[in-house]
C-alpha cells in the first residue's frame, strides 16, 4: 500500500473534521483586569458559530441580539431598536454582521473562544464587539440566543 494517499487522506479527514486549536494565552485574568477577551481570529476556518447569537457589553451596558434578518439592540435610552441585516462577513472564524435602521448602522462581531464578563465574572462561551452608529468598538461577551445567560461566578 502506498503512503501518499494514506496520508492525504488522514489529512484530509482531520481538516474536514473541525478540528480546532485550543485559545493560546494566559490561563486566567490578572487581578482587577478587564477580562472581556478581544475579537481576534483565533481558531481555524472550520469553526462553527452560531447562525443566532447575543452580545453583551459592560458601559454601555449594549445588548445586541442577532436573528434571522434583524439585530434587536437594547440598552441605554434604547429598547428593542431593530436594525435590518445587509449582509454578513465570515472570515478567520469571526463571523461580522452588518445592518441598518431608518437612524443609523450597527455591526456586530462574533468570534470563538471563552469570553470572561469584566462585572459579573460569567463565562461565554464567544466574544464579540459592537458598533452602533460608528461609536466603538465596544467589546463583551456572546452566547448563542437559545443559551440562557451564564451566571455570574462565585468568586
Known amino acids: 500500500m502506498k503512503r501518499g494517499p494514506v496520508l492525504t487522506c488522514l489529512l484530509a479527514a482531520l481538516v474536514l473534521g473541525g478540528c480546532e486549536r485550543a485559545p493560546s494565552g494566559p490561563a486566567g485574568p490578572a487581578a482587577g483586569a478587564h477580562v472581556a477577551s478581544p475579537v481576534t481570529p483565533d481558531a481555524t476556518p472550520t ?3 452560531p447562525p443566532a447569537f447575543v452580545v453583551s457589553t459592560n458601559e454601555p451596558f449594549w445588548q445586541a441580539r442577532v436573528e434571522d434578518s434583524a439585530v434587536v439592540l437594547d440598552g441605554p435610552e434604547v429598547a ?23 437612524a443609523g448602522t ?50
Open 47 to 49: 469553526t462553527v458559530l
Open 106 to 155: 450597527i455591526e456586530v462581531r462574533l468570534a470563538p473562544g471563552p469570553c470572561q464578563d469584566s462585572m459579573s465574572g460569567a463565562v461565554f462561551p464567544y466574544s464579540g464587539e459592537l458598533v452602533v452608529d460608528g461609536v466603538g468598538p465596544t467589546r463583551g461577551c456572546a452566547r448563542p440566543a437559545d443559551m440562557p445567560p451564564p451566571r455570574p461566578s462565585q468568586g
Open 80 to 102: 428593542g431598536r431593530r436594525f435590518a441585516i445587509e449582509r454578513e462577513e465570515p472570515g478567520d472564524g469571526t463571523r461580522v454582521v452588518h445592518a441598518r435602521d431608518g
